[in-house]
Structures are given as structure tokens and as C-alpha cells.
Nanobody, 127 residues
Framework: VQLQASGGGLVQAGGSLRLSCAAS????????MAWFRQAPGKEREFVAA???????AYTDSVKGRFTISRDNAKNTVYLQMNNLKPEDTAVYYC??????????????????????WGQGTQVTVSS
């Protein structure tokens, strides 16, 4: 199983980036796909998740700015990030968790429920 994240970079505050995560070796439809992030000196935190059927969840700080989507034909999940802020600076990780691990979308933020993790992509937002 491999999750390959890409799309990170350096952007000014107010700018946009789109992250991609390509999955291989998994039955994509069986998994909730998510993005987490970890800033220097901080714990990993949940950002967004999307199920095969389109259920989504976002952490409050990104609602209205970030959008998670997935192309099930391409086994790829995206994170469109708009109006970026310096506090969004972090390494972003994609993750895959089997649908039957979650009893509801409220559990999508539970990091321990995800089976597979990508290598991370750095996002730096300058002020």
C-alpha cells in the first residue's frame, strides 16, 4: 500500500495550493481518505476527510477555506486550500482508513483509525 502526497510549497498569505494524494495497492472505495497536518513543535491534527459516498468532515479552523475531494477513478484525493494563513504552515499527510472502522463521520478526525499514511508534503505560508 502506498500513499503518495504532492503539491506542497511556499505561498504568501491569502494564496492557494492544491495537495494531491495518489493511492495504490488499496481498494480505494473501501477507504475514508483524510488529510492531517503537523506543525513544528505541535501534535498532529486532523484537517479534513471524505468518504467514498461523499460525506465530509473538516476541522473548524479550515471550514470555508479548504475543500477535500476525491477522484475515485484515479484513486486520488485532493485538498484545495484557499485563503491560506501563516498558521496553516505544517507538513500535510494523507491517510486512508477503512470505512467499517468508523461508526459515523464524527469519527473521521480520529487519527488512530487510519491504517495507512503518506510521506507528507510541506506547506509554508509566509505573512
Amino acid at each position: 500500500v502506498q500513499l503518495q502526497a504532492s503539491g506542497g510549497g511556499l505561498v504568501q498569505a491569502g494564496g492557494s495550493l492544491r495537495l494531491s494524494c495518489a493511492a495504490s495497492g488499496v481498494t480505494f472505495s473501501a477507504y475514508v481518505m483524510a488529510w492531517f497536518r503537523q506543525a513544528p513543535g505541535k501534535e498532529r491534527e486532523f484537517v479534513a476527510a471524505r468518504s467514498w459516498s461523499g460525506r465530509t468532515a473538516y476541522t473548524d479552523s479550515v471550514k470555508g477555506r479548504f475543500t477535500i475531494s476525491r477522484d475515485n477513478a484515479k484513486n486520488t484525493v485532493y485538498l484545495q486550500m484557499n485563503n491560506l494563513k501563516p498558521e496553516d504552515t505544517a507538513v500535510y499527510y494523507c491517510a486512508a482508513g477503512m470505512h467499517n472502522t468508523f461508526s459515523s463521520s464524527a469519527e473521521y478526525s480520529r487519527g488512530t483509525a487510519y491504517n495507512y499514511w503518506g510521506q507528507g508534503t510541506q506547506v509554508t505560508v509566509s505573512s
